[in-house]
């Protein structure tokens, strides 16, 4: 049974930062991307990043570039997603995801997802 396990979420001021966890287990995911979405309230899904779990190639949505910074750690089967300089408009669900296939990003379409954290950001 695959799991995706995010943590890491929570209140932080507008300017500050926050990392987000995701574990992954219960299959191998050597060729998957791994990915971060996130939804606001009243907004659709939207990707924010996306890495290539053997490769280490990374990609980002244009609103979170040079702030956002995705990761992998291949020995602990972990995804990271280190955010700084945050904004409100980054205040959303955040969503750990894995998908066979990258497909035009940033229109990935994830086989599989975790159940999401909560980042709120205050002015």
């Known amino acids: 049974q695959v799991q995706l396990v995010e943590s890491g979420g929570g209140l932080v001021q507008a300017g500050g930062s926050l990392r987000l966890s995701c574990a992954a287990s219960?299959?191998?995911?050597?060729?998957?991307?791994m990915g971060w979405f996130r939804q606001a309230p009243g907004k659709e899904r939207e990707s924010v990043a996306a890495?290539?779990?053997?490769?280490?190639?990374?990609y980002y949505a244009n609103s979170v570039k040079g702030r956002f910074t995705i990761s992998r750690d291949r020995a602990k089967n972990t995804v990271y997603l280190q955010m700084n300089s945050l904004i409100l408009e980054d205040t959303a669900v955040y969503y750990c995801?894995?998908?066979?296939?990258?497909?035009?990003?940033?229109?990935?379409?994830?086989?599989?997802w975790g159940q999401g954290t909560q980042v709120t950001v205050s002015s």
């Open positions: 890495i290539t779990w053997s490769g280490g190639s990374t």
């Open positions: 219960g299959r191998t995911f050597s060729s998957y991307y």
């Open positions: 995801a894995a998908a066979a296939s990258l497909g035009r990003w940033p229109y990935m379409k994830p086989d599989y």
